[in-house]
C-alpha cells in the first residue's frame, strides 16, 4: 500500500471516531487497517449521531489533502491498474464530507463533494462495489437541484442514474415531489416534510417550500389585486401570520433586488395589497387554478 493510503486510513479512523462517536481504540479491535470494516462501522446513513461536526470539518480538510495525492486518483491512470482500497477510500471520505457539509449547511461544500463522487458512482461502477449510501446521496443531490429550481440539470442528472435505482425509496420519494409540482399539486407537496425518507432531506425540503411558495406568491400577484392574511396563509400553507410577515419581507427584498419594484406585497387592514394594474379582479382565483398555472409553468421549464 502506499505511503499516502496509509496516511489516509489513519485520517479516515479519525474522522469516523469523531463523528459516529466510537473511540479509537474500539474501532482498531474491530476493524483494525481493514478499510471495508471501517466503512462497515460508519455506513449507516440514516443515523443523525451527535458529533462535533467543526472537528470533523477540520479532519477532512486534512484527508483531502491526503486522497488527492493517492496514486489511484491519477486520472491518467488505465482503471486496470487502479487500486481498489484507495478508490474505497476515496470515495468514502467524499461520501462523508456530503453528509457533514449537509448537516453543516455548507452547501457549496455540498456541491463540490456530490460532483467529485459521480466519478465513483457511475465511472467506476464497474470495478467497485456499490455504496450503501450512494441512493441516499444521489436522492439529496435530485431535492437540492429541485428546490433550486434547476429543472435541466434535475433531468440531466436523472438521466444517468439506472432505472432500477430511480425506484429506490430515496431517489422515488424526490421523483414524486418533480411529478407533483409539475402537476400543479403544490400542497401536497407542501405537507410532505414529516415523509422524509432521510433525514439529511430536510435542508433542501425547506429550500424547496421557500421555491413553491414563490412560485405561487407570483401567480397570486398576477392573478389579483388583494388577498385577505388568512387567505394567503391558507394558501402558503404558513401556521401563523408572523410566518406570513416574514416570507413577505423577504419575498419583497428579492423582487426589489431583481429590480422589480412593481411587485411589491402591501399589508393593509388585514389584508395583502398588490401593486397590480393589469388585474381587475379583487378576488384571488380558485385553488385548482393556481395549481394548474403552476403546473404549466413547471412543464414549460421543463420543455425548455
Not at 178 to 189: A, R, S
Not at 242 to 269: H, P, R
Request: aromatic content about 10%; proline content about 3%; overall charge negative.
Amino acid at each position: 500500500m502506499s505511503k499516502e493510503y496509509k496516511e489516509g486510513i489513519k485520517l479516515f479512523k479519525e474522522l469516523i471516531s469523531c463523528y459516529n462517536n466510537i473511540s479509537e481504540e474500539e474501532l482498531d479491535k474491530k476493524a483494525n487497517d481493514d478499510i471495508n470494516k471501517i466503512i462497515d462501522l460508519g455506513d449507516d446513513i440514516n443515523d443523525p449521531t451527535t458529533c462535533n461536526i467543526y472537528k470533523c470539518k477540520e479532519i477532512l480538510s486534512k484527508l483531502k489533502l491526503i486522497i488527492i495525492h493517492l496514486p489511484s486518483i491519477d486520472p491518467l491512470l488505465p482503471i486496470c491498474k487502479k487500486n481498489i482500497n484507495e478508490l474505497l477510500l476515496a470515495r468514502e471520505v467524499l461520501e462523508k464530507g456530503v453528509i457533514i457539509s449537509i448537516r453543516d449547511k455548507d452547501i457549496k461544500s455540498f456541491n463540490i463533494y456530490t460532483a467529485q463522487l459521480f466519478i465513483y458512482y457511475f465511472d467506476y461502477k464497474d470495478i467497485l462495489p456499490k455504496s450503501k449510501k450512494q441512493n441516499g446521496i444521489l436522492g439529496v443531490y435530485l431535492l437540492y437541484l429541485l428546490a433550486s429550481n434547476s429543472i435541466g440539470d434535475f433531468h440531466m442528472t436523472l438521466e444517468i442514474i439506472p432505472i432500477e435505482d430511480q425506484n429506490d425509496k430515496y431517489i422515488k420519494y424526490v421523483l414524486e415531489l418533480e411529478q407533483h409540482i409539475m402537476d400543479g399539486y403544490f400542497h401536497y407537496v407542501l405537507t410532505r416534510k414529516d415523509e422524509i425518507p432521510l433525514y439529511l432531506y430536510s435542508l433542501f425540503m425547506e429550500r424547496l417550500y421557500s421555491t413553491i411558495r414563490y412560485k405561487l406568491a407570483d401567480c397570486i400577484f398576477s392573478s389579483s389585486n388583494s388577498i385577505s392574511l388568512l387567505h394567503a396563509c391558507e394558501l402558503l400553507k404558513f401556521k401563523s401570520e408572523n410566518e406570513l410577515y416574514e416570507f413577505i419581507t423577504a419575498y419583497n427584498e428579492t423582487k426589489t433586488s431583481q429590480g422589480e419594484n412593481n411587485v411589491i406585497w402591501e399589508i393593509k387592514n388585514n389584508k395583502i395589497f398588490f401593486n397590480n394594474k393589469t388585474v381587475n379582479s379583487q378576488e384571488v382565483p380558485a385553488l385548482e387554478i393556481l395549481n394548474n398555472t403552476i403546473g404549466y409553468a413547471t412543464e414549460l421549464e421543463r420543455i425548455v
